[in-house]
Structures are given as C-alpha cells and as structure tokens.
C-alpha cells in the first residue's frame, strides 16, 4: 500500500474533536451531552447577512476576484477606519476563514524549518497550520496564575534565533480569554522591531472585550506598518463561522502581495460567504453591545459557579468567550472522556476541552480544561453543576 506523508503522521490531531466518538456514544446511550468544548456561539446571525444570501439575483455563481470583491474589501477597509484602523482596501486579502489567512500568513512569513515563537497555551490549530508548512513552533509559558498575561519581554528574545521569522499572539485569547494591554503590545512591537522579524496578531475576537477594556490592534502601532500581520474572521464577530470567511491584513506590501500568490492557488475566497459578510458589516453598533452583554453576564455566572467548587483554580477571562479552570485532578484528558464515558447526572453530563492540548510544552496544563461560555446561562450553571458532581465522583 503506498504510504502516506511524514507531514501527514505528524499533523497533530485537535485536541477537541478526539473526544468526539466518545461524545457520539454518550449521545447513543440516550445521555444529553452539554457542549462546553467548542467555540460554536448560539447567538443568532445578524439579519441582514442571512438576507443578503437569500434576496440576490445572482444566475451564475462566479468565482470572485483572488482577494476578495472590490466593494467588499473597501467596506472592510471603512470597518477598520471606524476602528481607528488605519488601512485601505489594497492591504486587506479575503480568505476562507481566518485559517486560511494563517495559512497563508505562515507560508508567507517563513520557509521549511524556520521558526514563530507563540505565547502557550495557544489555539491548537496553530500547531496543525505550522505542522503544514513545515514550520517549528518555539512556545513561552504564560500561567494561569497570571490570568495568562504577556511573559515577561526577556522570556521571547531569549528564544530569538536566526530561524525566528514571527511572534504570533491572539488577542484576545483563545483559550485564554487573555487582552493584552496597550503596554503589552508595544513590548511586543519594540521586540520585533529590534529583531527584524513579524509581529503576527489573531483578531478574530477583537471585538469580544469586557470590563470598559479596549482592545489594541497591532495595525495601530506606529513605526510597525511593515512587521504587522493581522488575522481576522467574521466567524465570531458576527456568528457566522460556517460562512468561512476571513481577513489577511498588513501594510506590508511584499508581504501581501506574496500572500496572494498562494491565494491565487486557491483561486478565489466562496462568493455567497463573502455577499453574507459584507452585509454583516451595516450590523448595528446595538448588536455588539447586546451580544457583549450576554457574554459578561455569561462569564461572570460562570466564575461564580466554578469558585463554589473546592481545589479549583480560574483565569478570570476579560475577552473572548473561553475560560481555563484547574481541577483538583491529575489528568484533565482522562477525566474529560471519564465525564462522557461513564458519568451522568439524570441522564445529563458536559463535555469539556482538556486543556493539554493548548500547550506545545509536554506536561503543561494536564490539570487544566477550557471552557466556551457560549451557552445560555441556564445551561452554563447547569453544566457547571453537573462538573462539580462529577468531581465528587471522580477517582481518577
Ligand atoms: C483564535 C482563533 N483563530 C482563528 C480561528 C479560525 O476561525 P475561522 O477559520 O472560522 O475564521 C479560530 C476559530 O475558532 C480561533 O479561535
């Protein structure tokens, strides 16, 4: 039989989704399974982005330009300027989600073997994207104890080598819930600078911050115009993750003009996704400040349920919609397949992201699990409760 690629039995597995089939069985046994493991919000769709696709005229359904329509990337570009933002249309590359602009990003940036130092824990998938392109990824521990604020400075230039093309943050964090100073952001841009290499930012919950915080992008640094590459999405933003669509921004015109060579490979970004996301844009300011609403309100009954359990320790998030807890456990990957393969509270039990799998440093966070407070708070304090009965239980 031939054999598959070595790049292919070294793409890491998401940690998430291995715990699927267990789920699917729990499921079977007629048990009701309250999702906490994925960042899938149930806030609905603006309006106007499901009518776009519907109220259209379109009799042949064309490929659109490589990197995205024109009217699209300039409405982009007024997002932005609102933001105090300041890009045009010519900096901005639509793509297929904001994974494909880390694709792209990374297959940009960095050649087989080079390397982009990442603040752990991080998103997983940054793992399976470098795996992809061959590139090494050189992790800085952050810690819970810290609410997984930035490591000190000196923790990042002491991995810099001549391999180093990239800082990569995400702001706010994903898994963390992490937002990132102003302060912080210019320690990072003053590194990159000094370096020579890029600062790589994953905006895609920028708008999700809490506390009367703001968020800092990177595109707002001055002097760093050509060290700064903005991953975006409309997936969270809007509710709209099975749009796939996302944004590659940067005023680095080498850089872009790069990218779109590997968006040319792929032709163009789908055209019904980028119609939804473009009306998604005339969203009113009042949804955002509802739907932040739902999330603090969310996020503060999580904290208060989780506090009531003995031995545990919480980041308390201030962005995003994810939270890490420590249990008073040895091995959070056990004790997530244990609550779907033999535990059940009136027929009810929560599935949880072990927290491992956020770390590229063996052994870190093997206590900890992430949480996606993206359920109603009835189901939150629910889960919550249930999670707090299954310790109890729990031998493990
Ligand atoms: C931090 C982060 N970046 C990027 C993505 C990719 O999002 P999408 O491809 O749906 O735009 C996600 C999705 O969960 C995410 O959490």
Known sequence: MPSVSNKGLTMPQSPIRKLVPFAESAKKKGVHVIHLNIGQPDIKTPQQA??????????????????????????IAKYYIKNDIPVTADDIIVT??????????????????????????????????ATACGVTVVPVVSKLEDNFALPPIEEFEKLITNRTR????????????????????????TLVKKHNIFLVADEVYREFTYDNKTHTSILKEEGLEE????????????????????????????????????????????TYAQIASEAALDTPDSYFAEVKEEYVARRNLLITELE?????????????FYCIAELPIKDADHFAQWLLEDFSLDNETVMVAPAAGF??????????????????????????????????????
């Open 50 to 75: 499901l009518d776009a696709v519907k109220n259209n005229n379109i009799n042949v359904l064309e490929y659109s330009r490589t990197e995205g329509s024109e009217e699209f990337r300039s409405k």
């Open 96 to 129: 297929t989600g904001g994974s494909e602009a880390l694709s792209f990003a990374m297959n940009t940036i960095a050649d087989t073997d080079d390397e982009i130092i990442i603040p752990e824990p991080f998103y997983a998938n940054y793992n399976g994207f």
């Open 166 to 189: 990239a800082i990569l943050i995400c702001n706010p964090g994903n898994p963390t819930g992490y937002l990132y100073s102003k302060e912080e952001v210019q320690k990072l841009a």
């Open 227 to 270: 060290h700064a590459i903005v991953i975006d999405s409309v997936s969270k933003r809007y509710s709209m993750c099975g749009a796939r669509i996302g944004y590659l921004v940067s005023k680095n015109k080498d850089f872009i003009a790069t990218a779109l060579k590997f968006a040319q490979a792929r032709l163009s970004p789908p």
């Open 308 to 320: 009531k359990i003995d031995g545990i320790k919480i980041a308390k998030p201030q962005g995003a």
């Open 359 to 396: 770390y590229a440093t063996d052994g870190l966070g093997k206590k900890q699990i992430r949480i996606a407070y993206v359920l109603d708070k009835e189901s939150l304090k629910r889960a919550v409760y249930i999670l707090s009965e299954a310790l109890k239980n729990y031998k493990g």
